[in-house]
């Protein structure tokens, strides 16, 4: 997870761990992709009692009143918008940093390159996020652009160790700045956890539906 990297903006880096999906083969967002309900094996196999009580327990766990799935998603997309809004406000405090730390000529280059790139990608992609899947490309570009940082911040090994300490003390700029993002974090936990409820709900659903159309098939006509 972002907060448990060795470093604080490496908790920038995307939400989750891992890189998100352009295509089915690659790898799947850990904020976005859910692990769905597979569905029951052939019913025709399956006595008339086992049907009847799978479809009871199926039942009992649809009892609790959920949100639609796409107010879930709604609710989600809210909440990754929110925390990137948080993360790329290091785009703001870069120039602080470079200055209150003493960063050399050649770092705060590399720092202000840095900048330059995530404001092109927010400036470029960002503005078509309008849903979950269209996060994901504009999520793995912001991810991509902070593994070069990673990259970078692991040369200077003294300027690391005192950004490692500050993140931890909310009295300094990366303190509070870490304290702000973990706290948008745990809204994204919150949302995605509400969507995954509500997807295991309609996969239940779907899972009862296709026991009652087997139990109808077997009634005496």
Known sequence: MPF????????VLWVGAGAPAF??????????????????????????????ARRAAYAAQLDEAIAPTAELEGGLLAAL???????????ELIPQLIELYELDAEFAEDL????????????????????????????FRMGVSFAALMTIMQKQQAVRERMLRDQEDPDTLLGQYYRQLRSHYQEVEEARGKLEQGYK????K????????????????
């Open 4 to 11: 448990r990297l060795s470093f604080i903006l490496a908790a």
């Open 23 to 52: 295509a089915e083969s690659e790898p799947s967002h850990p904020m976005i992709d859910f692990r769905r309900l597979a569905p029951l094996e052939s019913l025709q196999e399956l006595e008339l009692d086992e049907l009847k």
């Open 81 to 91: 918008l929110a925390y990137d809004d948080e993360r790329v406000r290091i785009v």
């Open 112 to 139: 202000m390159n840095f900048r330059d790139t995530m404001s092109r990608i927010v400036a470029e992609l960002k503005p078509n996020v309008t849903n979950l899947q269209s996060y994901k490309p504009y999520d």
């Open 201 to 204: 709900a309609q996969d239940i």
């Open 206 to 221: 779907e899972q009862v539906e296709r026991i009652d159309a087997e139990l109808q098939r077997r009634r005496p006509s």
